[in-house]
């Protein structure tokens, strides 16, 4: 029979958004300093703050802001945004109650604020070009990868900035575009910008490389990584996914046996993912015997009771030793899994494994129990039915 199939995995990857919460607001009412957009476009207002209440309660609204109790912070910042005659007081109240509701992860609402804070044209540079800034990571959020990206290109042309952080976000916004050369590009101008990167930008580097067909400089980013932090599991998982896709399966298997004999391989997902790479690297290399090995390690996993006794993982079993060409062990996996089965599916499978072992009436019977209980593909069981009668 055909042997089955573990699907091959996708690239998985944490993306993390850069969200700016928290302090920006504060900085609008700090004494005299040197401004982050020394070269911007734009001449910065006169502030027309002169009423000492409202000076007040924009100070007690935002240092809530900064001590996280965001419902004092609204309420006071309401207050003065809707009550004070000032321009400016308007604007930073704005800009607080933005970063509130990024807070809430209220980004829409955030954007909106942080809109009506810019068209109000009365706060420093410093509050106003982090505001547009803020609007990019907004858009981010909310999905909306072109506006984050114009939005982005706006306050580079306007404030003259060329910050690290700022080149990475238009990394992340062009990865999430499907344009990874510029991902690529605007990653290592980040990383060029700093004399210390951040390591999820290499995240954001790795997976722009592997998705434009780039295995080998993927491959090398994650090792260097890897380097680095050998024992993280998420980053071993992402290795393994690289060495894959860019026929680095030396690479692959050696660290499946730095996994093992170090102790990382624990838990439920970590038996599971490790028996799906090693089928996966038997199929891609015509070796059974890794199938085996994965096999094995799950069956431990379940020995240990680390691994759930669920339909899947016992078919995944299965399927591991049917690649292995092991036949009996998989049809003793099946059995297992039939039982949990919400439908025929593996019991068809069964029947396939027993017809293989010219078991034809032992296959019949398991057969049609299969196609009792419902199976995904009626008209191959129907005919596998025809050909055991």
């Not at 207050?79 to 007081?89: D, G, I, N, Q, R």
């Not at 959020?141 to 306007?158: F, I, M, N, S, V």
Request: net charge neutral.
């Amino acid at each position: 029979m055909k042997k089955s199939k573990i699907g091959i995995f996708q690239f998985l990857l944490c993306l993390s958004v850069a969200l700016l919460l928290g302090a920006n607001a504060q900085t609008a009412l700090a004494k005299k300093h040197e401004t982050r957009y020394p070269d911007a476009t734009r001449t910065e207002p006169k502030n027309d703050l002169r009423s000492s209440t409202d000076q007040r309660d924009l100070q007690k609204g935002l240092d809530a802001l900064n001590a996280g109790d965001d419902a004092k912070a609204e309420e006071l910042l309401q207050k003065v945004l809707t009550t004070s005659k000032s321009k400016y007081a308007q604007g930073v109240a704005l800009q607080g109650l933005a970063n509130v509701k990024f807070n809430q992860q209220d980004f829409k609402g955030a954007i909106a604020d942080y809109q009506q804070l810019l068209k109000l044209n009365s706060v420093s540079n410093d509050a106003y070009y982090d505001s547009m800034y803020n609007i990019a990571n907004g858009y981010l959020a909310e999905g909306d990868y072109q506006a984050a990206l114009d939005q982005l290109k706006a306050w580079r042309e306007q404030s003259k900035a060329q910050t690290a952080d700022s080149y990475a976000l238009e990394g992340n916004i062009n990865y999430r575009l499907d344009k990874y050369p510029e991902a690529i590009a605007a990653i290592k101008k980040a990383q060029s910008l700093t004399d210390k990167p951040k390591d999820a930008w290499n995240s954001i580097l790795m997976a722009s490389y592997a998705a434009s067909g780039q295995g080998a400089q993927a491959a090398d980013v994650v090792t260097e990584e890897l380097a680095k932090d050998p024992t993280n599991k998420k980053l071993a998982h992402n290795a393994l996914v690289v060495y894959f896709q860019s026929n680095q399966t030396d690479k692959a298997l050696a660290l499946l046996d730095r996994e093992q004999k170090s102790g990382m391989i624990t838990d439920s997902e970590d038996y599971i993912s490790a028996a799906r790479f090693y089928a996966n690297f038997a199929q891609s290399t015509d070796k059974p015997e890794l199938a085996m090995k994965g096999a094995q390690l799950l069956q431990q996993g379940f020995d240990k009771k680390a691994v759930d006794a669920t339909m899947e993982n016992y078919k995944l079993l299965g399927d591991a030793y049917m690649i292995a060409q092991q036949d009996d062990k998989a049809l003793a996996a099946y059995d297992k899994a039939s039982p949990l089965a919400t439908n025929g599916d593996i019991d068809y499978r069964r029947a396939e494994v027993l017809g293989s072992q010219q078991k034809w009436k032992e296959s019949k019977s398991v057969l049609e129990k299969a196609i009792a209980r419902g199976v995904t593909h009626t008209g191959k069981a129907n005919l596998l039915l025809g050909k055991l009668n």
